[in-house]
């Protein structure tokens, strides 16, 4: 570990800072297992250090942020750690908010959040107001998000539109498809990290991650420190972009 207090934004920033990174926190259920405790304690480890991460990213500069919270096939684990983790987010979102307002983070929730209990939906329509005034990061957070799902949308919203006859399917082309996403008018990711080993995006911003860097860490999500994204933003500034150029 370096010698710079933790949380605050280090000397080594890369030259090139990515406007957008996406983090797929994953690893909580190993780290408790290697701690040998039950999977919700990492779950708690995780989101203790999602904080540390999001604050670390805003005093960086990067201007968003998007992290990996909750899938659309994560409602497929045992009823008791879905529920754990619903419970969960509900608690720490009220927590976080207030690291939100102090930072300067405006957060939008990506994802179907009508599946959510109308308790945690009050929240999240709270959390999104509260910080409507920010001007600093923005935080996407992906509950109940799946790129597939993302994209179907899409589609039906278009198709709606089509059939309403206020637009033409020959219309349709990616500036217009992108604007009918949860991410509409965001850039696209430039970075996309993913701890605890696994190589894969896990249904994670399919569309927009066309042409993302992929960095993977065996660190598993709640050992994975500040010092660990200024290693993920190095390797990034080290990368050509080609974009299917020369
Ligand atoms: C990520 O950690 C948290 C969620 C998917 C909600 P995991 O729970 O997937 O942890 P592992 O992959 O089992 O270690
Ligand atoms: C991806 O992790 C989803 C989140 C981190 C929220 P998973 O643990 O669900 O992904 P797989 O099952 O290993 O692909
Ligand atoms: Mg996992």
């Excluded at 919700?40 to 500069?61: C, E, K, M, S």
């Excluded at 409507?132 to 992906?142: C, R």
């Excluded at 994209?151 to 539109?161: D, G, K, Y």
């Excluded at 217009?176 to 850039?187: C, E, K, N, R």
Aim: cysteine-free.
């Amino acid at each position: 570990m370096r010698s710079q207090k933790k949380g605050q934004a280090g000397a080594a920033a890369p030259a090139v800072l990515p406007r957008h990174v996406g983090i797929i926190m994953d690893g909580n259920g190993r780290w408790a297992k290697k701690h040998h405790q039950p999977r919700p304690a990492g779950h708690r480890a995780g989101a203790q250090n999602f904080r540390t991460i999001t604050r670390y990213a805003a005093r960086l500069g990067i201007q968003y942020l998007t992290v990996y919270t909750f899938s659309t096939e994560n409602w497929s684990r045992p009823a008791e750690e879905v529920g754990g983790l619903l419970a969960l987010f509900k608690d720490y979102l009220e927590e976080a908010l207030r690291d939100f307002m102090d930072e300067n983070i405006r957060v939008r929730f990506i994802g179907d959040v009508q599946a959510f209990s109308p308790n945690l939906q009050d929240l999240m329509a709270r959390v999104e107001e509260e910080s409507s005034v920010k001007t600093g990061m923005v935080l996407n957070l992906a509950m109940n998000y799946g790129g597939r799902a993302e994209l179907a949308r899409a589609a039906r919203a278009f198709a709606q539109e089509v059939r309403e006859g206020r637009r033409r399917p020959e219309e349709l082309d990616e500036a217009l498809l992108s604007s009918y996403l949860y991410t509409a008018g965001q850039p696209d990711p430039d970075l996309i990290i993913r701890p605890s080993g696994e190589q894969r995006l896990s249904n994670f911003l399919l569309w927009q991650s066309a042409y993302a860097e992929f960095v993977y860490s065996d660190i598993l999500w709640p050992d994975f420190t500040p010092q660990d994204l200024d290693k993920a933003l190095a390797v990034y500034a080290s990368r050509q972009r080609r974009f299917g150029g020369v």
